[in-house]
Each structure stands twice: as C-alpha cells, then as structure tokens.
C-alpha cells in the first residue's frame, strides 16, 4: 500500500516537472507581456500595464508583419491543397510504378538542413525576380507544408475501405458523388490535420522567408528578429503570445475531429 | 436470341470472366425466376463472389450478357442498375447514423424530405431497428449492423437483392435466427435474391434453388432437395451431404470392378443383424455419437460404409448385416440412371 502512494507520488511529480518544463517559458511569457518591469531581486512585477500591447498594435511595422503572415499562410495552405491533395489521393489510392519511391523522396526533401536548399533557391529567384516579393516567400512556404499535406491524406485515402465506396455506388451514387460523400467525408480527419499542420509549418517558417522576403516582406516569425534586438523584452514576449494564437486557435477547432493516431498513421508507406 | 426478356427475374447468358490472366468464370449460364431466392455455393474460388461482382456491376464482364428485370444491364455501372447489395462485412458508412445509412440511396434519387423520412422509418421498421435509428455502425451489434445494410438495400426497391455471405458473420446461435427471418422476409416482399454461400446447410435451408459452382462453372442448378437426392455430378454428390464412395459398379449388394464410382448416402445404407435380401456382413468399427442421431462406421470386404442409424445402435466390435436401399451411379464424374 506505502509503495503504491510512493509510486503514484513520484508520478504525480514528474507531470509537474513536466508541466513545468513545458508550460513554464510560456507563463513567464504571458507575465511578462503585461508588466511593466520585472528583473531581478524584485520579487515582484512593478506594475501591471498594457502598454507594450498598444506599442504592437500601432507600431507599423509590427502591424504590417501580422497582416502578412494572416495573408500569406491562408494562402500557402490552400495552394498546398490545392497540388498535394491530388497527389496524395493518387499515392494513396491507387498503385503504380515509382509511387514508393516519390513518396520517400518527399521526405528526403526534409530531411537536409533547410538553409542550403533556400540558397539555392535564391539564386534561381534573382533570375526569376522573386526575391523580395510576395510570391517568392509564399512558394518557399509552400516547399515546408507539402511533407504534411501528401503524407498525412495519402493514409487517411488509403485507409477508406473499398467496399464503402461501391456500397455508395450500388445505392445509386455517380463516381464524383461517392469521392464527396464518403471517400473525401471519411478521409477528413487526416486532411484536418495536414491542414493544421501546414498552416503552422508555414506560420512558424522563418529562414526561407528571411532569406527570401527581407528587407521587403517581413512576416511574424522573421520581425522577431529585429524585435529581440530593437525593443523591450516585454514587447517580443507581446509578439510571442499573438504567434502562439493561431495554433492554440486551430488546435481547439479541430480537436474534436483529430484522433491522437491520426498524426503518427499519417507517416507510413503501405 | 433476344436481347431483352420476357423474365422479370435474373438471367445470366454465357458470361466469361478473365482476372489477373485466369479464367475465373467461363460460360456461365442461369436463369432465375422472378420472386425466387437462389444460392450460388461453392468452396472459395469456384468463381460466386466474381459472379455476384458481376451482376451488381462491380465488374464488367468479358463475355456475354446480364439481364435483370427483362433489361440488359451489360453494360451499365453500379449505380445505373436496378440491383441492391449487402456487403459480407456490411460495408456501413461509420460517419453517418443507422437512419442516414438508409437514407442515402434516397437522396441519391432526389426524394423530397418527407419522403425519405417515411420510408426511412419504414425500412427501419422493417428490419426491427427503429429504436437505433440515430446510432452510429459502430455503437450496434453485428446483428443489428447488418439488418441496417439489410434496410439499406430494401429501401431502394430493387429488382434483386444480392446478399454476399450475409451469415458468415455472425455468431452460431444468431445464424439460424437470422436465416429465417431473410427467408420471411424475402418472401413477404417477393423479392428476387441472390445469396453467396460457401456453407451448404445455409444454402439448402434458405433457397428455393441451389447453383453448385465449381472453378468457374454451374455444376447443377436445382431445388434443395433435388440436390442431395439426385446430384448430378460427382463432384457435387460429393460436396452436399455425406457419401460413401466407390470404384467400380455396385451389383447384387456388392461393389464389383469397373470403369464408373458408385456413390451411397450413409441413410441409404441398412444395418441389421439378421440376413435380408442383398446384405452382407460387415464388423463395426467405430459408433459415434452425433446429437439426434449416430454415426456408425463399419467394414466390409470392399471398404469402410457410412451409416446414420437412429435406433438399434450396435456395438464397436459387432457383426451385423449391411444393405443398400439406393445408390448413385456416376461415369466419367455424371450421373446414369
């Protein structure tokens, strides 16, 4: 009996710890966002404030790198729909030659650090005239979300069993009419989280988008960096917070439509 | 021969069907009566799934032509045919409730509201399920599963109703209930069914005819009855029932060599322990018991023999006297009278 309240005690304390780990840099964040000076050996803030919130919202710089990031990510996300989701039906319902080894070499693709193929990428740009445009940062956000949004719906495709599909179509449905209602309805869930995962694979994306888009286009992650450097640290923990937003946001939306295997079922080759 | 037909049921004519380079059905011809609840049975790959693959349009056919309520359908997809399915795993839509299950083939046809609701209801009803109709496939039994496929299938009115191994599903107890109720109901509607089996006792109890396929071929298509009396082929009076065989001719109560097979169901043997006209002595060997009836093995000069006995069971050990009351003649693998 002893044992088992020590062993549920040393569980209950590594959450904590866990907790802690995990949680604790945030809290300090959110604190920190709404003081107006706390250092040390004060033990506690000097006093509660919003200003650093008003400095963000009218300081136009910052302003800008919000409206873009809020503009670019949508765009990025449905355009990533828009060519992986095909291919992930392909690759996931049907079987032809070279689909193992297109599926791995999407992988492969992220499995090199980033930043040598983003140089790469800015010599081909400086041909084109995309460096510094709006274009040119969406397509390297693009090249971060295509990992998630072929992986993950290609198993949630496959997963839809056959004979779901030709029950539909025995019941009077055309070919079109059973990919919406049953096999695109069924394989929701998987999209969901592509979707939720290459929002933020594109949200959070700051060495391309540097890169690419400074001095020009600045978005949320890439104005960090001057932040850090330029204003109080209130004012990046202000920042931190409204970066955080989107995800805490989308995660809420869709957890009612995600199951924990969801993620982990997405990365394998059947 | 006509294209159309004067029957309202199903007719197959010489249907071919070649997969992955093996004929799996060749020449294949049925013709079932309107109203009528037949069986194709067979051991797995005689070709009864492609079979009832093709007629609900899952697969074309290579060769020949189906013709459903005196239409040709050949040619038509799934959807375009007056056929309805139930799935050997039900193959239910996880994302909708019991009653939008039922009412998808309806939206499908554009019904107004009202109208799918009553005949949801009445689906439903008729099946027993409307108490869960608004649970999901996976909060019910596989019972209750598939009577929702069943109501699925109905609710469309088709001209035949396909049912893929609709029992091998399911737990011994439920089976025979379930039989029965199909049964009932099939014949309340006059609805022209199909059933896929490989279990031969499931066939025999549920069908007013029986199709036996062997690789690809019918080997005998008739009543029950007809079936374990007089089977056609040796393969199929081998496949339906017991039999005891042997090689050679059957004359004067005993086996004599010769070019055909004799074939004799073990209820056909008589076992006394006095002498009577054609009857030879044998030992028993083995007596086992088989519920409401058993199983007596006994041997004689020219092979073991069969026996299902009710009463005056012998012992292990005994000499008794064996006769035969009817037998199957077979040369080169059919029957002669």
Redesign the interface.
Known sequence: MKRLNLGRFAINAFIAILALFILGPIVWLALHAFTSGWTYPHLYPNGITLQWWSKVFLDSALKTAIRNSLLISPIVVLLSMVICLPAAYAAGRMNYFGRKTFMVGIFSANSFPKIGLFAAIATLYYALNLMGTIMGVIIVQLLGTIIYMTWIPAAAFAAVPKNLEEAARDAGASKFTVFRTITLRMAMPGILVAIVMSFLASFDEAQGTYLVGAPNIYTMPTEMYSLVQNYPIQVAAVFSLLLALPSVLLLGLARKHIMGGQLAEGFQLK | MSRESENMGLELRGLKKVLGGRVIIDDLHLVVEQGEMISLLGPSGCGKTTTLRMI???LQADEGQIVLAGKDVTNL????RP???V?Q?Y?????MSAAKNVA??LK??GLSKIEINEKVEAALELVNLLHHKDSRPGQISGGEQQRVALA?ALV?EPDILLLDEPLSNLDAKLREKVREDIRELQRRLGITTVIVTHDQEEALSISDRVAVMNSGRIEQFSTPHDLYRYPATEYVASFIGSLNKFEGDFIDGQVIPGPGLVGIRPEDVVVSSHYFEGSREGTVQLVIPRGHFYEVVIARAEGIFRVFMNEGIPQTGDRVHVGVKKILRYINGNLVH
């Open positions: 609900a349009g899952f997809g799934p959807d375009m056929s309805a399915m799935f795993n193959a239910l839509w996880p994302h998808y083939p499908i046809k699925r469309q």
